[in-house]
T-cell receptor
Framework: GAVVSQHPSRVICKSGTSVKIECRSL??????MFWYRQFPKQSLMLMAT?????????EQGVEKDKFLINHASLTLSTLTVTSAHPEDSSFYIC?????????FGEGSWLTVV | QKEVEQDPGPLSVPEGAIVSLNCTYS??????FMWYRQYSRKGPELLMY????GNKEDGRFTAQVDKSSKYISLFIRDSQPSDSATYLC????????????FGKGTRLSVIA
């Protein structure tokens, strides 16, 4: 079946630095990828929709200058958390559309210290 | 009314029980219905995918969609401790680049 890979699975960074998370569709092309964040025991919160070759569409309340999304190819989207702060610590999950179904990556745990 | 309603639980059942998980929705345009399973600290895993109304069975799992009632269900037969997870329903109208609309998830614990 379709597989979406995320990397890194876990990252710890210092406050003020930037962190990049990669999302790859391994056996299908994804013109659209979605980025979510999830706090413990809470539901998925959509952050942005990433479209290949164009600017991402951000959900209300999500700072586009802080969460930079690049979807440069049909198999890769990246999320960069810029000038990270402890409150950005969360579980970040990407997903990619394969046909009429959406497949999720394994998620990336970000801890900002 | 939220677009998708899902009882958050938690739901606790003994091993071997039949589990019924449900979601209701308000948007009649939804045509694609999915159930995801999410283990703690992991990304959601696609469990079942159905289009329009009807039933779909895969091993111990059965997904049902009743579009007339705007109601979907996931049944788990002979539940196992390994089924303990959060189950998310999700749906889509299938158009363009719209994201899935998720329920909030139901936490299930299967007790040995």
């Amino acid at each position: 079946g379709a597989v979406v890979s995320q990397h890194p699975s876990r990252v710890i960074c210092k406050s003020g630095t930037s962190v990049k998370i990669e999302c790859r569709s391994l056996d299908f092309q994804a013109t659209t990828m979605f980025w979510y964040r999830q706090f413990p025991k809470q539901s998925l919160m959509l952050m942005a929709t990433s479209n290949e070759g164009s600017k991402a569409t951000y959900e209300q309340g999500v700072e586009k200058d802080k969460f930079l999304i690049n979807h440069a190819s049909l198999t890769l989207s990246t999320l960069t958390v810029t000038s990270a702060h402890p409150e950005d610590s969360s579980f970040y999950i990407c997903s990619a559309r394969g046909g009429n179904t959406i497949y999720f990556g394994e998620g990336s745990w970000l801890t900002v210290v | 009314q939220k677009e998708v309603e899902q009882d958050p639980g938690p739901l606790s059942v003994p091993e071997g029980a039949i589990v019924s998980l449900n979601c209701t929705y308000s948007n009649s345009a939804f045509q694609y219905f999915m159930w995801y399973r999410q283990y703690s600290r992991k990304g959601p895993e696609l469990l079942m995918y159905t289009y329009s109304s009807g039933n779909k069975e895969d091993g111990r799992f059965t997904a049902q969609v009743d579009k007339s009632s705007k109601y979907i269900s996931l049944f788990i037969r002979d539940s196992q401790p390994s089924d303990s997870a959060t189950y998310l329903c999700a749906m889509s109208d299938g158009s363009g680049n719209t994201p899935l609309v998720f329920g909030k998830g139901t936490r299930l614990s299967v007790i040995a």
